[in-house]
C-alpha cells in the first residue's frame, strides 16, 4: 500500500505525524478538466538537524490509494508519476491551473473577434438604406472582410508555426481592433475606403483560428484538447450573440460609430492583458507548477506515438493525400455554409418576415447562442469517447458527420418556415448541430500535422474563404434575381450531404505528416 510505504520510508527519522484529509482535494475547476484528488495526505514535523532542534521544517509526504503502483496517478493539480516523488503542497497551492488561465482569454479573442465580425451584418442595414445599396452591392461589402482574411490565413499559419501564437495572436487583435475603429469614418468618406478599411480588418482577423488551435494543442493534453477548442469557439460563437444585441442599442443611442468604438476598445483591452500573461509554450511559463507541466506533457505522450521532431513537409506533398483534401473540403463547406448565416441572416428576418432591424437582431442572436453552449459539449462528448477507448478517427467522423447532416436537414426546412419564431427554431438546430465541426475537422489537422498544423490551417482556411466569398457574393445576386432565399439554402444543404460522405470515406485521425 501507498501510505504503508510513505510511513515505512520516515520510520528512521525522528518525526512527529500527523494525518488528515488533503485539504484541496475538494478543489473545483471547469468542466471537462478533471483531476483526480490526492485522497490522503500525511505530515511530518521534526526537528531541523542545522539548527539544533530550535528550527522545525515541514516534509510532506502524499499517497492516493491505488492498485498499481507504476501507473501514472494525478495528483491535486496534475500527475505523480509511479514511484516519483509528489509535489509540494506550497507549490500547489489553490490557484487555478495555468492553461485554464489560457483557454478563458483565448475564448474572451474568440468572442472579440467574431464580434468585430457582426457588427458590420446589423450595422449595414441603416449603411444600405441611407447610401441606397442594391442586394447584389450589398453582398460585395459583406465580402470585402474576406479579401484580406483570404491572405492571412496561410501567411498567419506559417507565422504561428514559426514564431508561436502568443505574439502573431497580439499583433492580429491590435490591427482588427484599429481597423474596427476606423469603420464608420471609412464608411462616412467613400465606399472604396470602406472595402479598402474592411479587407484590412480581414487580414489582421486571418490569425485568429491557426494561432488558437496552434496554442492549445501545446497547452492541452490531447483527451482535454476537444473541451478546450469547445470553450474557445463557446467565446467565438457568443461574439455573435453580444454583437448583435449590442449593436442596435449603440446605434439608435450614439449612432453609427457606437458599437464600432466599444468593441475596438475591448479589443485594445485584451491585448494588455494577454501580453503579459501567456507564454507560447507551458514550459516557458513563470506561473505553471511543476505537477501541471507533467500532466500536459505525459498527457502528449500516452496519445502521440511518436515524439520525435519532423521536417514540415512541402506544399505538394500536403495536398497528396487525401485526409489533407477532406480536411480542405470539410472547411470549404463549413464555411460556405457558416458565413452565409453571419452575413445575411439579419437581412433573411428583415426582407421574408417584415421584422425591425432590433427584432431581426433577437431572432438571430438565438440560434448563435445554442451554438455555443453546443460547442463546448460536443468537444466534451469527443474527448470522453477518446478516453472510453473509441479511436480518434471514429470519434472525428462521427462529430463531423453531426456538424453536416443536421445543418442540411435543417436548411431543407428551413425553406418551409411561415413564421420568424419557426425560422429561429430551424437556424437554432443548424448551428446548433454545426458546432460538432469544431471536433471534427477543425481538431484533425493537429491529429494528422501536429508540426505544421498552424500551416495546414491557413491553406484549409484559404480555400474555405474562398467558398465564404462566393457563398456571400452568391446569396445578394440569388435574392436579386430570383427574390428569395430558398434556392441558395437548398444549394447549400445538398453541399452539406455531399462533402460528409467525402469525409467518411478519407478522413483519418491517426499521424499523416
Not at 102 to 110: E, G, H, K, N, R
Not at 161 to 177: E, H, I, M, P, Q
Not at 199 to 219: K, N, Q
Not at 314 to 319: I, P, S
Request: glycine letters at 8%; one cysteine or more.
Amino acid at each position: 500500500m501507498a501510505i504503508a510505504a510513505s510511513l515505512k520510508s520516515l520510520q528512521h527519522s525522528s518525526c512527529l505525524l500527523r494525518f488528515r484529509r488533503n485539504p484541496i482535494a475538494t478543489r473545483k475547476v471547469l468542466p471537462g478538466f478533471g483531476f483526480k484528488a490526492r485522497d490522503n495526505q500525511i505530515t511530518c514535523l521534526r526537528s531541523s538537524s542545522v539548527s539544533h532542534g530550535k528550527r522545525r521544517g515541514e516534509a510532506v509526504a502524499t499517497a492516493a490509494k491505488k492498485r498499481n503502483q507504476s501507473s501514472e496517478r494525478c495528483a491535486a493539480e496534475g500527475i505523480l508519476m509511479g514511484g516519483g516523488e509528489t509535489e509540494d503542497i506550497a507549490e500547489v497551492g489553490t490557484m487555478m491551473p495555468e492553461r485554464i488561465k489560457v483557454v478563458i482569454l483565448t475564448a474572451c479573442m474568440m468572442c472579440l473577434c467574431n464580434a468585430d465580425r457582426i457588427v458590420m451584418s446589423v450595422a449595414v442595414v441603416p449603411l444600405a438604406e441611407k447610401l441606397g445599396w442594391s442586394s447584389s452591392f450589398l453582398g460585395v461589402v459583406q465580402s470585402s472582410f474576406l479579401w484580406g482574411y483570404i491572405f492571412s490565413s496561410v501567411i498567419g499559419g506559417a507565422l504561428v508555426d514559426r514564431y508561436g501564437g502568443k505574439r502573431v495572436l497580439a499583433w492580429g487583435v491590435a490591427l482588427w481592433s484599429l481597423a474596427t475603429l476606423l469603420t464608420p469614418w471609412a464608411a462616412a468618406h467613400s465606399t472604396l475606403a470602406l472595402l479598402c478599411v474592411r479587407a484590412f480588418f480581414g487580414l489582421a482577423e486571418g490569425v485568429a483560428m491557426p494561432s488558437m488551435t496552434t496554442l492549445l494543442s501545446r497547452w492541452f493534453p490531447t483527451d482535454e484538447r476537444a473541451s478546450a477548442v469547445g470553450i474557445s469557439m463557446a467565446g467565438f460563437h457568443m461574439g455573435n450573440v453580444v454583437g448583435l444585441l449590442l449593436t442596435p442599442i449603440m446605434l439608435s443611442c450614439i449612432g453609427i460609430s457606437g458599437p464600432f468604438i466599444l468593441f475596438a476598445s475591448l479589443g485594445l483591452l485584451w491585448v494588455s492583458t494577454w501580453s503579459s500573461g501567456v507564454t507560447n509554450n507551458p514550459q516557458d511559463s513563470p506561473f505553471i507548477t511543476r505537477s501541471e507541466l507533467r500532466l500536459i506533457q505525459a498527457g502528449k505522450q500516452v496519445h502521440t506515438p511518436t515524439n520525435r521532431a519532423k521536417p514540415n513537409p512541402h506544399l505538394l506533398l500536403l495536398l497528396s493525400k487525401l485526409p489533407t483534401w477532406a480536411i480542405i473540403f470539410a472547411n470549404m463547406t463549413n464555411n460556405w455554409g457558416y458565413f452565409v448565416l453571419l452575413s445575411w441572416m439579419p437581412v433573411y428576418f428583415q426582407t421574408v418576415f417584415n421584422v425591425n432591424l432590433k427584432q431581426a437582431a433577437w431572432f438571430s442572436a438565438l440560434p448563435w447562442a445554442t451554438m455555443a453552449i453546443s460547442g463546448y459539449y460536443a468537444g466534451a462528448a469527443s474527448d470522453f469517447l477518446i478516453r472510453t477507448g473509441h479511436s480518434v478517427t471514429s470519434v472525428r467522423k462521427i462529430m463531423q458527420s453531426i456538424g453536416f447532416m443536421g445543418p442540411g436537414l435543417s436548411l431543407l426546412c428551413l425553406n418551409y418556415a411561415k413564421s420568424p419564431s419557426c425560422a429561429a427554431v430551424f437556424m437554432t438546430v443548424a448551428l446548433s448541430l454545426s458546432s460538432f465541426s469544431q471536433a471534427g475537422f477543425l481538431l484533425n489537422m493537429q491529429d494528422i500535422a501536429p508540426e505544421c498544423a498552424g500551416f495546414l490551417h491557413g491553406i484549409s482556411n484559404c480555400a474555405g474563404t474562398l467558398a465564404a466569398i462566393v457563398s456571400t457574393i452568391g446569396t445578394g445576386y440569388f435574392v436579386q434575381w430570383l427574390g428569395s432565399f430558398q434556392a441558395f439554402l437548398t444549394v447549400t444543404a445538398f453541399l452539406y450531404f455531399a462533402t460528409t460522405v467525402f469525409w467518411i470515406l478519407f478522413a483519418t485521425g491517426e499521424r499523416v505528416f
